[in-house]
C-alpha cells in the first residue's frame, strides 16, 4: 500500500479553473493525489498546507536543541523540537512526496523553506560523522525508495532545464539539492508555465502539464502493480 505526503506551498486556497485566483500548484496536486486513488484505492494520503498554515521558522532555541545530543537535552527542547519531529515523521513515512510549490521570487515559498528548515535536521533525516571528511553526511531517508514529485507554476515560460532562463530557476534545484542530502534521490517535475500571459498558451502549458501528470502515475505505480501480480505459472 502506497502512502503519499501532499504538501501545498502557494499562498493562493483553492484550485485555477474551480475557485476564483485559485492555485495552479494545488491544480496539479490534487490531480496527482486523486488520479493516484483513482488507480489505487487503497492509498492513503497526509495532507498539509504549509501555504495556508506555514510552518515555524527556525530560531536561536531551535538550532541549540536541535543540535545537542539527545543525552544532554533539557525538558524544554522536546517541545521546541516537537513540530519538527512531526514533519519529520510525516516525511519518513511517505513512499511518495507530492509537492506544489509556485515559482515565488525565482525560488521556493518562504513557507515551503520553513518546512525544508525542520526537516532537514542533524541525527533525524541525516547524520554527521567529522572523522570521514570525504563524506561525512550519511543520509537517513535512503533507507527504502522514496518519490518526491515537484508540482510548480510559474508566471513566466523558459524556466525548464536548457530553457533560457533556467540559470534563474531555484526552486526546483534547490528542492532536488535538500531531498538528495537527506536521501530522496528519484525526484519527478512537472510545471505549468505562462501563468502572466493567460490565454492560449496558459491553457495549453496546463493541458501538457496535466498529460504529464497522468503519465507519471502511471509511471510510478507500474512497478508496485507488477509487485503485487502473482507469479507467473507457465
Given at each position: 500500500m502506497t502512502h503519499i505526503l501532499q504538501l501545498d506551498a502557494s499562498a493562493r486556497p483553492g484550485l485555477a479553473g474551480t475557485d476564483e485566483h485559485g492555485s495552479l500548484s494545488r491544480r496539479l496536486t490534487h490531480r496527482f493525489v486523486t488520479g493516484w486513488q483513482g488507480r489505487?484505492?487503497?492509498?492513503?494520503?497526509?495532507?498539509?498546507?504549509?501555504?495556508?498554515?506555514?510552518?515555524?521558522?527556525?530560531?536561536?532555541?531551535?538550532?541549540?536543541?536541535?543540535?545537542?545530543?539527545?543525552?544532554?537535552?533539557?525538558?524544554?527542547?522536546?517541545?521546541?523540537?516537537?513540530?519538527?519531529?512531526?514533519?519529520?515523521d510525516e516525511l519518513t513515512a511517505a513512499d511518495v512526496v507530492v509537492i506544489g510549490a509556485p515559482l515565488y521570487n525565482f525560488g521556493m515559498p518562504a513557507a515551503?523553506?520553513?518546512?525544508?528548515?525542520?526537516?532537514?535536521?542533524?541525527?533525524?533525516?541525516?547524520?554527521?560523522d567529522p572523522s570521514r571528511?570525504?563524506?561525512?553526511?550519511?543520509?537517513?531517508?535512503?533507507?527504502?525508495?522514496?518519490?518526491?514529485?515537484?508540482?510548480?507554476?510559474?508566471?513566466?515560460?523558459?524556466?525548464?532545464p536548457g530553457g533560457e532562463l533556467a540559470h534563474m530557476n531555484h526552486l526546483e534545484p534547490g528542492?532536488?539539492?535538500?531531498?538528495?542530502?537527506?536521501?530522496?534521490?528519484?525526484?519527478?517535475?512537472?510545471?505549468?508555465?505562462?501563468?502572466?500571459?493567460?490565454?492560449?498558451?496558459?491553457?495549453?502549458?496546463?493541458?501538457?502539464?496535466?498529460?504529464?501528470?497522468d503519465g507519471l502515475i502511471g509511471r510510478l505505480q507500474a512497478p508496485r502493480q507488477a509487485s503485487r501480480e502473482p507469479a507467473s505459472t507457465t
Amino acid at each position: 500500500m502506497t502512502h503519499i505526503l501532499q504538501l501545498d506551498a502557494s499562498a493562493r486556497p483553492g484550485l485555477a479553473g474551480t475557485d476564483e485566483h485559485g492555485s495552479l500548484s494545488r491544480r496539479l496536486t490534487h490531480r496527482f493525489v486523486t488520479g493516484w486513488q483513482g488507480r489505487q484505492p487503497e492509498a492513503t494520503v497526509i495532507y498539509r498546507d504549509v501555504g495556508g498554515s506555514p510552518p515555524s521558522f527556525i530560531d536561536r532555541r531551535w538550532i541549540q536543541a536541535a543540535f545537542t545530543p539527545p543525552e544532554r537535552q533539557e525538558p524544554w527542547m522536546a517541545e521546541v523540537l516537537a513540530e519538527s519531529d512531526r514533519l519529520i515523521d510525516e516525511l519518513t513515512a511517505a513512499d511518495v512526496v507530492v509537492i506544489g510549490a509556485p515559482l515565488y521570487n525565482f525560488g521556493m515559498p518562504a513557507a515551503l523553506k520553513a518546512w525544508v528548515d525542520l526537516v532537514v535536521r542533524m541525527g533525524r533525516t541525516v547524520d554527521y560523522d567529522p572523522s570521514r571528511p570525504d563524506a561525512p553526511f550519511t543520509p537517513r531517508l535512503a533507507d527504502r525508495p522514496r518519490h518526491a514529485v515537484v508540482l510548480s507554476s510559474r508566471g513566466g515560460a523558459g524556466f525548464e532545464p536548457g530553457g533560457e532562463l533556467a540559470h534563474m530557476n531555484h526552486l526546483e534545484p534547490g528542492l532536488a539539492t535538500v531531498l538528495e542530502f537527506i536521501g530522496i534521490t528519484r525526484i519527478h517535475r512537472v510545471a505549468i508555465e505562462h501563468q502572466e500571459e493567460g490565454g492560449e498558451q496558459l491553457a495549453a502549458s496546463i493541458a501538457t502539464a496535466e498529460r504529464q501528470v497522468d503519465g507519471l502515475i502511471g509511471r510510478l505505480q507500474a512497478p508496485r502493480q507488477a509487485s503485487r501480480e502473482p507469479a507467473s505459472t507457465t
